[in-house]
């Protein structure tokens, strides 16, 4: 079984700061890794995803995640925020087998970004 | 390509009541999902349809709930009866193969 872990809930941070939020995980089989985002009155997108290779996996809109086994996190980042960046980010977790598992969230995180 | 949807939008009913969830997923997709969040909580996993199978159903919560996916294109979810407990927002998903597109969700809100 796994379960994520989104210490969280809620991020404030003006505009063009750098935010960075916190994704840990648990699983006893190996995982793929994902962040989606909701948008106000949205449904869930995905953001990006880690399935293999280069640790270090980026989005279209400037932000990035690193995989990191050891301390099993898969931290969202991004160097300067947008208004349009406020949003829900959820992390998520899937069995590494055939890639049609389900999907185990963490519980979220608001982020605001404040002009 | 038209995306996943999901039909109503918004449900608010009484306790007791029955609500009937729909999906419609992408053409294509044989692997469909439905999640619920329950206010303030993660994102929960009810079951997951191949074609018309169900592939995994651990997630659903009780015997009130009933999904099906008629000929492996649309999903229906029936609460019945629905209690306070069953509020949140249902999301459905799909996918052919790895990533999951999910639909906008339905806020079920029982009174």
């Known amino acids: 079984a796994q379960s994520v872990t989104q210490l969280d809930s809620q991020v404030p941070v003006f505009e063009e700061a750098p935010v960075e939020l916190r994704c840990n995980y648990s699983?006893?089989?190996?995982?793929?890794l994902f962040w989606y985002v909701q948008y106000p009155n949205q449904g869930l997108q995905l953001l990006l995803k880690?399935?293999?290779?280069?640790?270090l996996v980026e989005s279209i809109n400037g932000f990035e995640a690193e995989f990191n086994k050891s301390q099993t996190s898969f931290h969202l980042r991004k160097p300067s925020v947008h208004i349009s960046d406020t949003a829900e980010y959820f992390c998520a977790v899937s069995e590494r087998n055939s890639g049609n598992t389900p999907l185990v969230f963490g519980k979220g995180t608001r982020l605001s970004v404040i002009a | 390509e038209a995306g996943v949807t999901q039909f109503p939008s918004h449900s608010v009913i009484e306790k007791g009541q029955t609500v009937t969830l729909r999906c419609d997923p992408i053409?294509?997709?044989?692997?469909l999902y439905w999640y619920r969040r329950v206010m303030g909580k993660e994102i929960k996993f009810l079951l997951h349809?191949?074609?018309?199978?169900?592939?995994?159903e651990s997630g659903m919560p009780n015997n009130r709930f009933l999904a099906e996916r008629t000929g492996g294109t649309y999903s229906t979810l029936k609460v019945q009866p629905a209690e306070l407990e069953d509020s949140g927002v249902y999301f459905c998903a799909s996918s052919h193969f790895g990533e999951q597109y999910f639909g906008p969700g339905t806020r079920l809100t029982v009174t």
């Open positions: 880690y399935l293999s290779g280069s640790t």
């Open positions: 699983s006893s089989v190996s995982v793929y």
């Open positions: 053409s294509g997709h044989d692997n």
């Open positions: 349809f191949v074609k018309e199978s169900k592939q995994d």
